[in-house]
């Protein structure tokens, strides 16, 4: 399984986390910067360099912003959601 990490310490807008996490998906330049965007990139695979499996691990959960808490917060019920579907996303929070 492929292991993406994310530093979020230094993350004020919810621009800050879309930008790491399609650069480290490989995402195309035109993907969106919204859940929808992603959830189309994630589970229809051929979008971005990296397609399920893997697991994102993001550290500074206690020092990002609210609106990037509330955020990656929203992204972990994502990958809830894309679990039980049957895509194998894991996502860990530090």
Known sequence: MQQITLSGEHWTTPYDFYHDLLRSLGAPNWHG???????????GGDINQVNPPFRVTISGIDVMSPNCKILVGRFAAMVSDARAKGYVIEIGCL
């Open 33 to 43: 910067h919204n859940l929808d965007a992603l959830w189309d990139s994630i589970t």
